[in-house]
């Protein structure tokens, strides 16, 4: 039985000390944390994470999820800031450096770069006495509770109190600036994030890939234009431009007559076809064509009741959107 496995036992033991580390860093959180953020926001260049050890590799991650959410952010290695690396700092940067014990030695020389030259110093530490803790402007403190190693030495329960707290300072950042999908998108270009965050705009077919015809057209030149341009229907607009139906491959099967050549576009269209404007992420589209009851594989885009575009099933398809 799993309450007896001792993998279970351990995994759980352990989960309950990290949550116990997170419990405590979140009771003692204070107004540090909005000074650290005002710095961290009316900085003009760069948010610089440096760190060593398993604080280096959590402070690769908060960098890149910072420069991610808008906050311009790079790691600097501290052993390669002590040979040049602190060339890459300014004056107009700030500095978060992150140090469990307060004392890594490796942080000497870019806290001491920091004071020198006037750039704000964020420490993330658990000892506020450490010389990390009394050389900061401002002290974040981490949870002294001990890790969730056995042996109390691996950093466990430690890295993931700093993981949350930068995940807590790129969010909030996030929530001041007013970041938006849109400006997530633009640094997410490829990926199943790229995917997912495409608009219909960026997928669909204009201009003269559009099948369109007059309300008087015939069918027989309808068809024509629908099998042209082989998106598997043919919109139909009135004399302002405006859609007022679409005629379908499905519309063709169930009324296919002797007589089909022999009307006009208006009289076998559907009427308000549904469509969608190219604003809306290309998931919504898809989830529009799915979710109809109706068999639908295409969306006309549509711009004051005028199409500028059509979206297939297939484009978002290939484009990665699910």
Not at 235 to 256: E, M, Y
């Given at each position: 039985m799993n309450n007896q496995n001792p993998d279970i036992i351990s995994a759980k033991r352990t989960i309950d000390k990290e949550i116990e580390a997170l419990r405590m860093m979140e009771n003692e959180l204070n107004d540090d944390?909005?000074?650290?953020?005002?710095?961290?926001?009316?900085?003009?260049?760069?948010?610089?994470?440096?760190?060593?050890?398993?604080?280096?590799?959590?402070?690769?991650?908060?960098?890149?999820?910072?420069?991610?959410?808008?906050?311009?952010?790079?790691?600097?290695?501290?052993?390669?800031?002590?040979?040049?690396?602190?060339?890459?700092?300014?004056?107009?940067?700030?500095v978060v450096a992150i140090s469990n014990s307060g004392e890594t030695k490796e942080l000497s020389d870019i806290v001491l770069y920091c004071k020198r030259y006037g750039i704000p110093l964020i420490s993330i530490t658990k000892n506020p006495n450490s010389s990390l803790g009394q050389n900061g402007d401002i002290l974040l403190k981490l949870p002294d509770d001990g890790e969730a190693c056995p042996l109390g030495l691996a950093p466990t329960s430690s890295t993931t109190a700093t993981m949350v707290l930068g995940d807590i300072l790129a969010v909030r950042l996030l929530e001041r600036k007013g970041f938006t999908k849109t400006d997530f998108k633009q640094r997410h270009p490829g990926g199943k994030l790229g995917s997912f965050l495409k608009k219909v705009s960026d997928l669909m077919h204009k201009g003269e890939e559009m099948p369109l015809v007059k309300e008087d057209t015939s069918m027989q030149e309808a068809l024509l234009v629908m099998t042209s341009k082989m998106l598997g229907c043919?919109?139909?607009?009135?004399?302002?431009?405006?859609?007022?139906?679409?005629?379908?491959?499905?519309?063709?099967?169930?009324?296919?007559g002797p007589d089909i050549l022999t009307k006009k576009a208006k009289d076998v269209m559907t009427l308000n076809p549904k469509t969608i404007s190219p604003d809306v992420l290309a998931v919504e589209a898809l989830n529009t064509m799915n979710n109809t009851g109706k068999g639908i594989t295409q969306l006309f885009v549509l711009q004051d009741e005028k199409p500028i575009g059509i979206i297939h099933l297939h484009d978002c398809l290939r484009a990665g959107v699910m």
């Open positions: 944390l909005t000074k650290a953020l005002d710095i961290m926001q009316k900085t003009k260049g760069r948010v610089i994470i440096t760190g060593m050890g398993k604080s280096g590799h959590v402070g690769s991650k908060i960098a890149a999820t910072l420069a991610s959410t808008g906050t311009p952010s790079f790691f600097v290695h501290p052993g390669e800031a002590s040979h040049g690396d602190l060339g890459m700092l300014t004056q107009d940067d700030c043919v919109g139909v607009v009135d004399n302002q431009g405006k859609l007022v139906g679409i005629f379908t491959d499905g519309d063709l099967r169930r009324c296919l």
